[in-house]
């Protein structure tokens, strides 16, 4: 009887240790068991995920105990650090950045190259579903790309460069854009909460300074 026990203790020794030792193994080397098509060779899979669109793959990475979702991995295309937010953005996955941005904390201003942010990569590639999952996120809408001291360029100003001169050339790219542009000027225009926090609500005379005519119509009452 204590042989068997014994033999017993063993194989759930043997069992702890070889899933441990699988899982350690997954994580270094950033191996997942879920197919993924590679687009770029020599990548870690959490970025073939997000540059796939696979949400069920980039599920798999951020239900592994010590996984960094703000770490970002050796791009296969550029060979330069990159999170594989950056790439759902540009590749216009959605459901990937709703989860990346929605259900675990990552920060979703972060930049890489020339200071672009994942809004203004969504923003340029002209992916509205994005853009706004970003905007609700609370992502920064002037937050500017800057190649040099004196180029610089804010997501909507991308945007406004990505669509067509005229609607008739290309409806569809017009119109996404379009939708872009909205939602970003939209984003500009709304006050911030510290904004909010320091305006009486009952006090007209931020707002009538701003119109000194119509001050001039109250006063003339």
Same mark, same amino acid.
């Given at each position: 009887?204590?042989?068997?026990?014994?033999?017993?203790?063993w194989i759930y020794t043997s069992f702890f240790l070889f899933t441990l030792g699988f899982c350690t193994n997954t994580l270094g080397a950033g191996e997942c068991p879920i197919s993924l098509e590679r687009e770029c060779s020599g990548e870690h899979d959490f970025l073939a995920a997000c540059r796939?669109?696979?949400? #069920?793959?980039?599920?798999? $990475?951020?239900?592994?105990?010590?996984?960094? *979702?703000?770490?970002?991995?050796?791009?296969?295309?550029?060979?330069?650090?990159?999170?594989?937010?950056?790439?759902?953005?540009?590749?216009?996955?959605?459901?990937?950045?709703?989860?990346?941005?929605?259900? $675990?904390?990552?920060?979703?201003?972060?930049?890489?190259?020339?200071?672009?942010?994942?809004?203004?990569? #969504? #923003?340029?590639?002209?992916?509205?579903?994005?853009?706004?999952?970003?905007?609700?996120?609370?992502?920064?809408?002037?937050?500017?790309?800057?190649?040099?001291?004196? *180029?610089?360029?804010?997501?909507?100003?991308?945007?406004?460069?990505?669509?067509?001169?005229?609607?008739?050339?290309?409806?569809?790219?017009?119109?996404?854009?379009?939708? *872009?542009?909205?939602?970003?000027?939209?984003?500009?225009?709304?006050?911030? #909460?510290?904004?909010?926090?320091?305006?009486?609500?009952?006090?007209?005379?931020?707002?009538?300074?701003?119109?000194? $005519?119509?001050?001039?119509?109250?006063?003339?009452?």
């Amino acid at each position: 009887m204590l042989r068997i026990h014994q033999r017993q203790q063993w194989i759930y020794t043997s069992f702890f240790l070889f899933t441990l030792g699988f899982c350690t193994n997954t994580l270094g080397a950033g191996e997942c068991p879920i197919s993924l098509e590679r687009e770029c060779s020599g990548e870690h899979d959490f970025l073939a995920a997000c540059r796939e669109g696979n949400v #069920a793959a980039v599920n798999y $990475f951020l239900s592994l105990e010590g996984f960094d *979702i703000n770490e970002q991995f050796i791009s296969g295309a550029t060979g330069k650090p990159i999170h594989g937010l950056f790439l759902a953005a540009q590749n216009g996955h959605a459901e990937v950045v709703r989860v990346l941005v929605n259900d $675990f904390n990552i920060d979703i201003d972060k930049t890489w190259q020339h200071n672009a942010t994942s809004l203004f990569q #969504a #923003a340029q590639e002209g992916h509205p579903e994005v853009v706004k999952c970003l905007l609700d996120a609370g992502a920064d809408p002037l937050q500017k790309l800057r190649r040099c001291s004196l *180029i610089k360029k804010s997501p909507l100003m991308a945007a406004k460069q990505g669509r067509p001169f005229l609607r008739i050339c290309n409806p569809e790219k017009w119109d996404r854009y379009s939708t *872009i542009i909205a939602m970003l000027e939209k984003a500009i225009r709304r006050p911030s #909460a510290d904004d909010l926090a320091t305006t009486d609500p009952n006090d007209d005379s931020s707002w009538l300074e701003k119109h000194p $005519f119509l001050k001039l119509m109250k006063s003339s009452k």
